[in-house]
């Protein structure tokens, strides 16, 4: 090796941060398909906006561009525990895609079963919305974020069990960028996809990691000052 290696970019390094920060919290990283069933998509998407439609679908189930993370990974934890996986926590890195706001990254955790791994000592808990704000808190923690939660609406999520993430950048203090949403998804929903009638209560949130990047501090600018030599005196 002659030259050292290429520094890699941001968004590769910010890739790996957050996939670090997940798999330490007990979570699986999920890869699922960018084509989607256009009635699973259309439910996560806000009023007004539209999702990107294929023009020559192979089939019903794949033809538009998934405008969220969150429809992938609620069928991938439903298709693991119909085969008797009760404690699942999933993440997904990828793109996402609407009409209105293009092409953009982010990032999606969907959880669900017992909050604790199986031990004699442990008493059996289910997952909450606590053990999800949990997991977010130690991304954005790894992230350089200092992120807020407000109770907010989001559709096919529970309301009452839904807030808006929200963070301020160092460029503008005082205005708070929505980084995205996290609560309990509509058991009437993931009934209608497969999900058992026994199965526990999903819980997701779903980042954008280009907001996130736009108010995260960068650690590797951070100075630490020496302690001084001596004590103070009072």
């Not at 699973?40 to 294929?54: C, I, K, S």
């Not at 926590?89 to 791994?117: D, K, M, P, Q, Y």
């Not at 808990?125 to 407000?150: F, H, M, V």
């Not at 807030?163 to 009934?191: E, H, M, N, V, W």
């Amino acid at each position: 090796l002659l030259n050292p290696p290429n520094p890699k970019s941001n968004y590769i390094e910010q890739q790996q941060t957050v996939r670090r920060a997940l798999t330490a919290s007990g979570c699986s990283e999920a890869i699922t398909y960018g084509f989607i069933e256009g009635n699973a998509g259309t439910a996560f998407l806000a009023e007004g906006e539209d999702p990107v439609r294929v023009a020559n679908p192979l089939s019903e189930k794949y033809d538009i561009l998934r405008p969220s993370l969150l429809p992938g990974l609620v069928d991938s934890l439903i298709y693991n525990r119909r085969r008797e996986h009760h404690d699942i926590r999933l993440f997904e890195i990828g793109h996402r895609f609407t009409v209105n706001a293009g092409e953009t990254a982010g990032v999606a955790v969907i959880l669900t079963g017992a909050s604790l791994l199986e031990h004699w000592s442990n008493t059996e808990r289910k997952t909450d919305l606590y053990d999800l704000i949990g997991i977010i808190d130690t991304l954005c923690d790894a992230l350089g974020i200092i992120a807020t939660y407000t109770a907010d609406t989001r559709p096919t999520f529970v309301p009452g069990q839904t807030s808006r993430i929200s963070a301020t950048g160092q460029a503008k203090p005082t205005k708070l960028l929505t980084l995205g949403y996290l609560g309990q998804i509509d058991p009437t929903f993931c009934r209608q996809r497969g999900l058992p009638a026994a199965g526990d209560d999903l819980y997701a949130a779903e980042l954008d990691l280009g907001a996130a990047a736009a108010v995260a501090t960068d650690r590797r600018r951070m100075i630490a000052q020496p302690l001084p030599r001596h004590p103070s005196v009072l």
